[in-house]
């Protein structure tokens, strides 16, 4: 009799096993239906200057994807990573600190995107990277197009600070 009572009992071991496997499916069920709603959306694409008006050390605001996304964008003086043009020298990123979101200022004297705020600091050359300060990581890319002579921001590489998608 005490034999067939511990052979209907279920232990620890089980009931936590029984759980994370029940999490688990559950968790697998609701990330495969976002994927297919966040492709139904797309970035706006936005003209942002005339490709021959770019000269080295140009410095051009604009907000992207939407009003409420201040965005830079630079023509250095060479090359940089991810670079458009035909000198491969114009970027743009979101001004917005991945800290805590104040507009980042452009150093042209260092080759820098500062924020005012606590100091972190960017290297527009290297796809946005932190250098230093208390940022987490570097700043979102905006994605640039040349088009009839037209540059235009097609999209965002990296979630601007304070959202939970870019997609508006």
Not at 95 to 110: F, I, M, R, Y
Not at 131 to 138: E, F, N, V, Y
Request: aromatic share 4%.
């Amino acid at each position: 009799m005490k034999n067939s009572k511990s052979q209907s009992r279920v232990n620890r071991r089980q009931v936590l096993s029984i759980g994370a496997a029940s999490g688990l499916a559950a968790g697998l069920g609701s990330q495969t239906s976002s994927p297919a709603h966040a492709q139904t959306k797309s970035m706006p694409t936005l003209e942002i200057a005339n490709l021959a008006d770019l000269k080295p050390g140009t410095e051009l605001d604009f907000n992207y994807p939407d009003d409420e996304s201040p965005a830079v964008l630079l023509a250095m003086s060479g090359p940089v990573e991810d670079g458009i043009g035909p000198d491969q020298n114009i970027v743009a990123f979101s001004a917005l600190c991945t800290h805590k979101g104040c507009n980042v200022v452009w150093h042209e004297n260092q080759k820098v995107l500062v924020c005012p705020c606590h100091w972190s600091s960017f290297d527009p050359a290297k796809k946005g990277r932190m250098i230093i300060g208390q940022a987490s990581s570097g700043l979102p890319q905006i994605t640039l197009a040349v088009d009839d002579g037209k540059v235009k921001a097609t999209g965002v590489s990296g979630l601007i600070y304070g959202r939970q998608t870019n997609v508006i």
